[in-house]
């Protein structure tokens, strides 16, 4: 059975760092795309940041680039995202998601599942 589970949410003061993580069972990292995605109060999912399968290059969204990085560690089964240089217009449920199909095809969110209930994290001004 596929799971992934996000977690390592919390509350920062603008400024701050938190590395969120995402634990997956029941199919190979390797294999498929992982991306981050979050929504804030109001407003729809938007996507974060991503590691594709195979290769695990890296992509992100411009409103978080040079302030977060993905990465993961397949022995632990884990995906990580830190976070830094926080904003509160970071603030948002975050998500790990995992790809459709092994063939990537984009960074939209019709081509990934989210599995799990996310992680708050909350940015205090």
């Known amino acids: 059975e596929v799971q992934l589970q996000a977690s390592g949410g919390g509350l920062v003061q603008t400024g701050g760092s938190l590395r969120l993580s995402c634990a997956r069972s029941?199919?190979?990292?390797?294999?498929?795309?992982i991306g981050w995605f979050r929504q804030a109060p109001g407003k729809e999912l938007e996507w974060v940041s991503g590691i594709k399968g195979g290769g695990g290059s890296t992509s992100y969204a411009d409103s978080v680039k040079g302030r977060f990085t993905i990465s993961r560690d397949n022995a632990k089964n884990t995906l990580y995202l830190q976070m830094n240089s926080l904003q509160p217009e970071d603030t948002a449920v975050y998500y790990c998601?995992?790809?459709?199909?092994?063939?990537?095809?984009?960074w939209g969110l019709g081509n990934f599942r989210i599995w799990g209930k996310g992680t708050q994290v909350t940015v205090s001004s």
């Open positions: 998601a995992k790809s459709r199909g092994v063939l990537f095809t984009g």
């Open positions: 029941g199919f190979s990292t390797d294999a498929y795309t």
